[in-house]
């Protein structure tokens, strides 16, 4: 997509329905964070405002935020696979691809290089929204290869620790002993080194981290698209809790998220001094940019 694309002319807007056309009048697109961000989600129109996942999922939420971190929505796709993620994202006005279970990391290598090609004067961004399983279990030879090969996308793993469309099969991402609803006598080997996978992979840019504050993890969604548009490979694990399979009370979701903060979640940064720069780069003219707004502000107010 791009906004030329998106825009409707004035004059058929009447005919569109209400929703697109509140999408382009009042969403994201084309705005600044401080105009549609996390920081306000709730008082501008959402890319994803309804979805059919459990009430209370913490995965949800996650989704939601990245769709409101997103630099440039009308320029991205999202491709994603089998499991609970998807069946929010698909609802989000962002392109979604979906595949075979697992192949996400496959058909973002190909898309990308593809953008490259077709569109070598765009900044078009690619990132694969997939679960435990999808990135680490059945679509581990595809992330371990996309990364391998430095293929300039990002990806994000929705760890909640288990299959939790299926009904609760552990996964390599479960916790050792984890005891689940198919896992009844407890999971019986460690839960896998994920960031140290995707360093040993060759990633650029590595978090970790149980998402509880929405200016951090936006940050960080952010940060890991700039660097994969100029860099390479980079990788957010992020903790999305299945209050289903887990038995946790919806109120105490975000209680349990902080407390996974503090612990196999703990924030963990890497990055390569090639993304660094890029990272400083970046955030230097957003800042430089957000004082600009400021002063033509109160410049305006004062005039
Ligand atoms: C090739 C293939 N095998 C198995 C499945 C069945 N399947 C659908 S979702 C899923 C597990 C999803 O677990 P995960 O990726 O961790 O995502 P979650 O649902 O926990 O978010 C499985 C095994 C499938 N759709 N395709
Ligand atoms: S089963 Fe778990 S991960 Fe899936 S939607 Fe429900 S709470 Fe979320």
């Not at 435990?132 to 279990?137: A, K």
């Not at 992979?201 to 100029?230: D, H, L, Q």
């Amino acid at each position: 997509m791009s906004l030329a694309y998106i825009t409707p002319s004035e004059r058929f807007k009447k005919y569109l329905p209400k929703d697109y056309v509140e999408l382009i009048d009042f969403g994201p697109f084309g705005k600044t964070q401080e105009e549609a961000g996390p920081g306000n989600m709730g008082q501008f129109k959402e890319l994803m405002e309804e979805h059919p996942m459990c009430s209370g999922c913490w995965m949800a939420y996650y989704i939601r935020l990245i769709f409101a971190s997103l630099p440039c929505p009308e320029e991205t796709v999202t491709i994603g696979t089998a499991g609970c993620g998807r069946l929010a994202i698909s609802q989000a006005a962002v392109p979604f691809i979906y595949g075979n279970y697992g192949d996400q990391n496959a058909m973002a290598s190909g898309l990308t290089r593809a953008f490259r090609l077709r569109f070598p004067d765009k900044t078009k961004d690619v990132i694969t929204i997939a679960g435990d399983g999808g990135t680490m279990d059945i679509g581990f030879s595809m992330t371990m290869h996309s990364w391998i090969r430095g293929e300039r996308f990002t990806t994000i793993m929705l760890d909640n620790e288990v299959y939790g469309n299926t009904g609760g099969q552990s996964s390599g991402m479960s916790p050792k002993g984890a005891v689940l609803k198919m896992a009844p006598m407890g999971k019986d080997f460690e839960k896998m080194p994920a960031t140290d996978l995707a360093k040993a992979a060759g990633c650029v840019y590595i978090v970790r981290m149980s998402p509880t504050n929405i200016k951090a993890a936006a940050k960080v969604i952010r940060r890991a698209i700039f660097v994969a548009r100029e860099v390479g490979p980079t990788f957010i694990h992020a903790y999305t809790s299945c209050n289903i399979e887990y038995s946790i009370p919806t109120e105490d979701v975000f209680a349990d998220a902080i407390e996974l903060g503090k612990g196999r979640f703990k924030f963990d940064e890497y990055m390569t001094d090639e993304a660094k720069i890029v990272i400083e780069r970046v955030e230097g003219e957003e800042k430089a940019a957000r004082k600009a707004r400021k002063a033509a502000k109160v410049a305006e107010a004062v005039n």
